[in-house]
């Protein structure tokens, strides 16, 4: 994937001159502080965490996104494939070690593709880290202003840094919950009840094995409130992973698949624009913005909004 020309030593997936606002209207939004020439690359962005769409299990990995042509098998299960070794590991320390027993389950249940990435957000993070962070910005939201809770510092760890790997940076996007209606919440709150039934099924809550029926009521709280959290805030925030198609005949023939999506931490604070002055595509399922346009120094970036995108 490409190369940032510099490093930002807030945003560490950003170039040097990329910097976080705040507007009481808008709320976060990234800006450059230089001119910017067109086919400039801004960000280069991991996801914090993503997922396959079910029809794309037998054909790519499950944890790059990559098409395989000799696919692995997980060493439990027959669903989940990987193009490599490496991506089998990884996939297995991070989520797929809770989630393998389960994956009937977790498929079959239709939950969609913003459900099925909260899920594997919680699978990923692990109670333990996702207790920690929860408590750790429920601490610094309690604070006034001046102690540091500005809004524009919202998902900056304690180092002063925003860093997409970090979960804090996910926890903090914009969930819309006073927009909402009591339909639209009361319809999320029962699907993150029906998740959370799920997840007590798996290893997630014990670390390999005690009796489920012995989960704390304070632990489903605090995961049932994060699952309501990112049911909420992935609608708005989420980012679909797409592949390009390019027949051997006609490139003009060619055609974009979505094959799943992603959480990222920073691409998210890109609003959204029938107008846009930047570009994504992906690198596997790294994120890549470039500008389309030049910029101007204290220029917004803007994104194609979903109604516009073909």
């Keep these: 994937s490409p190369i940032l020309p510099s490093k930002n030593p807030q945003i560490p997936c950003a170039r040097s001159d990329v910097k976080l606002s705040y507007h009481p209207e808008k709320g976060r ?4 502080t230089n001119d910017v020439k067109p086919g400039e ?3 280069v962005e991991k996801p914090y965490s993503s ?7 037998s054909s790519h990995c499950q944890t790059c996104a990559q098409r395989i042509a000799a696919p692995m098998p997980c060493w439990c299960c027959s669903k989940a494939r ?13 989520f797929h070690k809770i989630e393998c027993q389960q994956l009937d ?10 459900a099925m990435l909260a899920f594997r957000i919680l699978t990923s993070s692990g109670k333990i880290y996702l207790e920690y962070v929860v408590n750790k910005v429920k601490d610094e939201l309690a604070k006034p202003e001046t102690e540091g809770n500005a809004p524009e510092r919202l998902g900056f760890n304690e180092d002063g840094v925003y860093d997409s790997s970090d979960y804090r940076t996910v926890y903090t996007l914009v969930p819309n ?6 339909g639209d919440l009361f319809k999320r709150g029962l699907m993150a009840a029906f998740m959370l039934k799920m997840l007590e099924l ?7 094995g005690s009796d489920p029926r012995n989960v704390k009521l304070q632990d489903k709280i605090l995961v049932g409130g994060i699952l309501l959290t990112h049911l909420q805030n992935l609608p708005c925030n989420a980012h679909e ?16 698949s979505e094959i799943g999506a992603s959480a990222y931490g920073t691409l998210s604070l890109l609003n959204h624009s029938c107008d846009p002055n930047v570009v994504r595509n992906y690198f596997s399922n790294h994120a890549v913005v470039k500008t389309i346009r030049s910029l101007k120094a204290r220029s917004e970036e803007r994104r194609v909004g979903k109604e516009c995108r073909s």
């Design 177 to 182: 919950t006073k927009q909402r209606g009591v």
């Design 41 to 43: 690359v801004l960000l």
């Design 82 to 94: 990987f193009c490599s070794d490496d991506c089998r590991v990884e996939a297995w320390e991070s």
């Design 202 to 208: 798996t290893p997630f809550f014990f670390n390999g």
């Design 105 to 114: 389950l977790i498929v079959g249940a239709n939950l969609g593709k913003n």
């Design 241 to 256: 992973v797409a592949e390009v198609e390019i027949p051997a005949t006609s490139v003009k023939d060619s055609s974009q």
């Design 51 to 57: 997922i396959l769409l079910p029809e794309y299990y």
């Design 29 to 32: 939004y990234l800006t450059v």
